[in-house]
Each structure stands twice: as C-alpha cells, then as structure tokens.
C-alpha cells in the first residue's frame, strides 16, 4: 500500500485545515488508519485512529473535539479535518495503514507539514 498525504500549510491560530491520504497498491478497505504527528524536538504521537469499517476511532486528549478522522472507502482517501488549530499543533502530519490485528501501522505517507502561528 502507498500513501501520499497533503494539505498541510501554514494558518493561523483559530484556523482550520483538512489533511487528506491518498492510499493506492492495497484493499484499503481492509485497514485500520491513523493520523499522526511529530512535532519539532518531540516523538511521533499518534493523533487519530479510524477502523476498516469507520465504526470506531479514537483521539488524543490534546486534538478531542477539535479534529476529526474520517475515510471514503470508494476513493481510498482518509481525512483529517481539524478545527480551532493551536501553535503547539505545529508538526509533521502523517498518514498510516495497518491490518486490523496487527501491532504496528506497516505503511506510511510522507508526511505532510502543519504549522499553526499565534
């Protein structure tokens, strides 16, 4: 499976933004996606999860009510609209799959840069 995530810039706080991941290669219908991001000087922290099926996800508490993750099966895209951004949302985004029993994502986009100013 290949990834190819965009959307990201440059706004200000307040602002929203919607990242988009093309998935392609793979039944990406099949996987569990996510969202996550590092910051400058920081690990990578997962930031939203969405089953194969769009049935259940889950949030970190910093992003809770302020993003939302969701996917369109026929397109092979998932979505990552996010509202009320935050200077400390400043980070790369990226976009990942995994098979829904297993432990780690296996397939990565490229990332996609957020820079949020105050």
């Known amino acids: 499976v290949q990834l190819q995530a965009s959307g990201g810039g440059l706004v200000r706080a307040g602002a929203s933004l919607t990242l988009s991941c093309a998935a392609s290669?793979?039944?990406?219908?099949?996987?569990?996606m996510a969202w996550l991001r590092q910051a400058p000087g920081k690990e990578r922290e997962p930031v939203a999860t969405?089953?194969?099926?769009?049935?259940?996800?889950t949030y970190a508490d910093s992003v809770k009510g302020r993003f939302t993750i969701s996917r369109d099966n026929a397109r092979s895209a998932v979505y990552l609209q996010m509202n009320d951004l935050k200077p400390e949302d400043t980070a790369v985004y990226y976009c990942a799959a995994k098979e829904r029993m297993a432990l780690s994502y296996k397939y990565w986009g490229q990332g996609t840069l957020v820079t949020v100013s105050s």
């Open positions: 290669g793979g039944t990406y219908s099949d996987y569990v």
């Open positions: 969405l089953t194969s099926t769009g049935s259940h996800t």
